[in-house]
């Protein structure tokens, strides 16, 4: 294990001494039954959304960004390289203003809050991270009640929108007013299938007649726009704000950036203070991002054709069948077929191939997600890969 400690790292104001920790480290790797050592960052993972750099890796891949163009140090989110993240972001949402936050569960918070302003109520999907993931954050800290609707399901419609609208004016004595409607697309919770575009449509039209502000929780919204063959700045248009992470697509140990109108976004900077989000400097997630923001969509597409020429291939084998989510993005459920050792099957793609495919779950089916690490490996050599592990897994 290396001795050169986080704390260590923190002293250091410049990027002079990464190959130096990186050549202190040991290699993230591994070898398999055959002898060959394999490499994390050559790794096929079909469990995650994004790419998720291990520490070298990542320090490793600073270095290329810092040669290529100086990473600038920021001071509290705010000028330098974390500046010209902002600006890219506000160019592709096609919004006037954007601002850095540490994390994805305060930008969603703080923009409700914002949008809602004096009114109380908020109507959100039930299966969405600000209502089942936040800690009731909106209630907790922000005196805002969080209504869930199409309990269990992806989204809901303008029809059942408007029902709950009624419902809860008709039938409170002293009635709290609504102040926003917040979507999630797509759902985490719901194996990353999208809200229709569509609907979104219809939901944004009536709620700008009726004065409701609208939140778009874009966590995954990268992965949305590839496969509903659509745009950021599309999605962002129906909205006043939108969330979008630092990491799940985009490579970062952490990070968000809240994009909308100059007057929300500058009642941010304050907010995120008093809430403990100001983080002294942000540079390394802010450098990471910003690379890869700079062709995410071309990677995106490239994913998806890739991962339907691989599902078309993997046709030819027996043993497994996948199969699309309706309104699905990049998750598909995997069959195994029962003459096969699902276990075995798992065990031998990471140690012989470096493919991390992961075990059926509750409901019997492998939970997959196709990203950009299907890129690393020709998908020829991903298919022999897995004819060769499912011939050694066969009962």
Not at 47 to 58: A, L, M, S, T, V
Not at 207 to 230: I, N, P, V
Not at 252 to 275: E, F, N, P, R, Y
């Amino acid at each position: 294990m290396s001795e050169f400690k986080r704390r260590d790292f923190l002293k250091l104001s410049t990027l002079s001494t990464l190959p130096l920790i990186a050549s202190s480290m040991p290699l993230n790797a591994f070898s398999g039954k055959n002898g060959q050592v394999s490499k994390d960052s050559e790794a096929v993972y079909f469990i995650n959304d994004g790419i998720f750099y291990r520490p070298e890796d990542f320090i490793q891949k600073l270095q290329e960004i810092n040669s290529l163009n100086p990473i600038e140090r920021d001071s509290y989110g705010e000028g330098a390289t974390v500046e010209k993240l902002l600006n890219k972001f506000k160019d592709i949402t096609g919004k006037e203003s954007a601002v850095y936050l540490p994390s994805g569960t305060l930008a969603n918070q703080l923009a409700i809050s914002v949008l809602c302003g004096n009114n109380t109520k908020a109507f959100v999907q039930e299966t969405s991270h600000v209502y089942r993931d936040e800690a009731d954050a909106a209630q907790t800290l922000f005196n805002k009640r969080l209504i869930p609707l199409a309990t269990g399901k992806t989204y809901f419609t303008l029809e059942e929108l408007k029902e709950s609208v009624r419902y809860h004016k008709e039938n409170e004595a002293f009635f709290g007013a609504i102040g926003a409607v917040s979507i999630e697309t797509p759902v985490r919770r719901t194996f990353n299938q999208a809200f229709p575009l569509s609907e979104m449509k219809r939901i944004s039209a009536w709620c700008k007649e009726q004065g409701y502000k609208m939140h778009l929780d874009g966590a995954r919204l990268h992965m949305a726009t590839a496969f509903t063959h659509s745009t950021v700045k599309e999605y962002a248009s129906y909205f006043d704000t939108v969330y979008m992470c630092l990491y799940k697509y985009l490579g970062a140990t952490g990070g968000a950036v809240l994009c909308g109108d100059k007057v929300v976004i500058d009642q941010m900077h304050h907010l995120i203070k008093i809430h403990g989000g100001g983080i002294f400097t942000n540079w390394p997630s802010a450098a990471m991002a910003l690379h890869h923001l700079n062709n995410i969509d071309e990677v995106m597409n490239k994913v998806m054709t890739k991962a339907s020429d691989f599902m078309l291939q993997m046709k030819q084998l027996k043993g497994l069948t996948f199969i699309p989510f309706e309104n699905g993005t990049n998750q598909f459920n995997v069959a195994v077929d029962k003459t096969i050792d699902a276990q075995k099957l798992n065990g031998r793609l990471r140690a012989e191939h470096n493919i991390i495919f992961g075990q059926p779950q509750e409901d019997g089916f492998v939970k997959v997600k196709m990203n950009p690490t299907l890129l690393r490996r020709d998908n020829k050599k991903i298919f022999d890969a897995f004819k060769e592990a499912l011939a050694f897994a066969k009962i």
